[in-house]
């Protein structure tokens, strides 16, 4: 592993609904070029500080306070432009949210919102996301059909075409297996390999076994009796789940499945 580049600097982070302080001080490094994952307990606020990496966390009206700097930059500054930023750091949801159209206008729809391209250009980004979803060989002849009648897992790999069709830097993900069987689940988690090399990645996953498989950093989210939520360890993956210094770390991991 060479020289490790923040990506994402996150310092003393605190989100609240409301009132409710729901995750308390999180400092963290997220890495260029590698995989993080986010584990903890249901309910402990991943989702939520997961949209807080690009700022979609204030359509759900959370209240911020702290830093998250993107490449340097206070995301949360005033002057951001919060497309750009969503374009930059792309976000992938636990459930397919297509648009009711083709699949072509769905990889496509981003892509327009930043400007018009010739119809050739266009075609070629589509291609060229849907390719690197690996997505293209099942869908190439079904380009103008609804995207709706694609199965589970193609949909969201069609979500992630058009995560990827705007060429953003990194790619959220949340629990993107979600709902999927084995095999739909395996073809995400190759995907996700494919792409590390080209991304920084962070996921949101229950799955113990994808984490190992998958992730080069693992974040452990712990709520306390308070039901707020502390950044409890961060470390390697391996890490984590060999020789974690917090015994409820190594109870959670070891509790999961796998």
């Known amino acids: 592993m060479g020289k490790l580049i923040p990506a994402i600097k996150v310092k003393n982070l605190n989100l609240y609904y409301g009132t409710q302080k729901i995750i308390e001080s999180v400092s963290m490094d997220i890495y260029q070029n590698q995989v993080t994952t986010i584990i903890g307990s249901s309910g402990c606020g991943k989702s939520s500080f997961l949209k807080s990496l690009n700022r979609m966390s204030e359509l759900e009206e959370v209240k911020v306070e702290g830093r998250v700097e993107f490449f340097g930059q206070n995301i949360y500054e005033r002057r951001v432009n919060l497309n750009r930023l969503r374009r930059q750091i792309s976000m992938v949801f636990p459930k397919p949210n297509l ?47 609804s995207a709706l009648e694609l199965s589970g897992g193609q949909q969201q790999r069609l979500c992630i075409a058009r995560a990827l069709a705007v060429k953003p830097r990194i790619l959220l993900m949340d629990e993107p297996c979600s709902g999927l069987d084995a095999i739909a689940s395996m073809k995400i ?70």
């Open 99 to 145: 648009f009711p159209m083709s699949v072509y206008d769905n990889v496509a729809y981003g892509v327009k919102l930043v400007g018009w391209h010739p119809k050739v250009e266009l075609d070629e980004i589509v291609e060229s996301a849907i390719k690197a979803a690996d997505l293209w060989d099942e869908v190439k002849n079904k380009l103008h059909k």
């Open 189 to 258: 988690e190759n995907l996700i390999h494919s792409l590390r090399s080209e991304l920084t990645i962070v996921i949101v996953t229950h799955n113990m076994q994808q984490v190992t498989r998958l992730s080069d950093f693992t974040a452990f989210f712990y709520s306390n009796e308070h039901r707020i939520t502390q950044l409890l360890e961060f470390g390697t993956t391996n890490k984590i789940f060999t020789s974690a210094i917090d015994f409820r770390t190594r109870d959670y991991v070891l509790a999961r499945p796998g």
